[in-house]
């Protein structure tokens, strides 16, 4: 099922998600005393000793203002009190496809001027005191990015919380990738390879790995221990055990970012330990409440995994012991999730305030990207893990704590790699909305 961009309900939010990207520009740039936000598009990369480029990718805060993801070139000129502008360039080039004008539900709200290249587009830029937020590459034209960090503190604490415009595009997000998930889990019960699958799932996505918020993690059987596991084998292995997938996709900037487990048929101890993980998942999503400190949660993902190493016969401890002795980390290495939205790992995870000051992580958990206490608006994945890493397992068998640990049950499990399950989930000022069920319900 093919769903379209919900375009009624984007141009009725759209309007209040400008105004409040203004107010927000307006107390950044009157913090930092300037007159002007330029924001450059920026330009794609160009390869070292090559001519070719790397996939262009916009920048965040240009995409923050409207949904155009493909502008190299282009700015957006911001000054409190009038009309933003977008300076777009249309370059005359018979190389590539030049972008089509601007066109859609938000044209309106920009004075739009067309220019043929990246120095006309430049001067095109009010002249005065201005924060300018660009890559060093968006400096043709002579401009010079400045990128202050009083203004990019602001604008990113305030990131976290988003618009019900920006909702509405994380929810088609989800959409996109839970379709494209449903056949990358068919792709596998019928036997293909970690490409295979690959490619199953971009084509139901209908995006090509560019347009991905992030580089897809297929991986089948031991290959799921990896946690950036992104080789995409050419053969199936025999027999295939498992599959871990972590998979998001894109709308119009906004990412989804998903993982799912599963067992094959026959490998029904695999599945029990996965429907433990998936029990714990859904009650660690519950708490997604406001208020919650989502370090606290981490902390708390870590004890339930304790639980689910007991009762599957991992290890004979108390959970307070097993977290302690950091038995849990070697299990579950990374952190619990992070804030989602523009950037698949969303800016600010650690902002105390608008103003640069910080949350430190709790000892012990350094891969932790997400310390602030959650508010109605923030998006936050949950994706708890429990993994059989050789590396870290060797570790712990040369504790005192591995005693209480039977190998023999770990060592069967190896062979299975590992799980994630993952969804993205908004915070409300009530129950939590699961953005990656919901849209997994419809498919
Ligand atoms: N796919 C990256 C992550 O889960 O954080
Ligand atoms: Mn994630
Ligand atoms: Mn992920």
Known sequence: MQDKLPNDSLASLYPQHLAMLRQHADKALA?????????????????????????????????????????????????????????????????????DGPSGYWVDAFEIVIVRSAEEAVAQLPKGNAAVIGEATAAA?????????????????????????????????????????????????????????????????????????????????????????????????????????DAGASASGYASDITRTYAAADASEFQALIDSMDASQQSQVAMVRSGRDYAELHLHAHHQLADTLNQHGFIRMSAEAAVESGVTRAFFPHGLGHSIGLQVHDVAGFARNAHGETIARPDGHPYLRLTRTLEPGMVVTIEPGLYFIDMLLQELREKPVSRDIDWARVDAFRRYGGIRIEDDVVCTADAPENLTRDAFARY
């Open 141 to 245: 034209g002579g401009i010079e990015i400045n990128n202050p960090r009083i203004v990019l503190d602001y604008l990113h604490y305030h990131r976290a919380c988003k618009t019900p415009y920006e909702l509405e595009l994380m929810r088609e997000a989800s959409r996109i990738g839970t379709r494209a998930h449903r056949a990358a889990e068919r792709a596998f019960r019928l036997g293909e390879s970690e490409l295979g699958i690959h490619q199953a799932y971009l084509a139901a996505a209908g995006q090509i790995d560019a347009e991905l918020p992030y580089s897809s993690i297929v991986a089948l059987n031991e290959h799921g221990a990896v946690l950036h596991y992104m080789e995409f084998t050419r053969t199936p292995p025999q027999p295939a055990r498992s599959l871990l997938i």
């Open 31 to 99: 913090l930092a005393g300037f007159d002007h936000l330029l924001i450059a598009a920026g330009m794609p990369g160009i390869k070292f000793l090559d001519d070719n480029h790397y996939p262009y990718a916009v920048s965040p805060q240009f995409k923050y203002w409207l949904p155009l993801t493909s502008a190299p070139g282009s700015w957006i000129a911001y000054t409190p009190g009038a009309k933003p502008k977008l300076i777009f360039l249309q370059p005359r080039d018979y190389w590539h496809v030049v972008p």
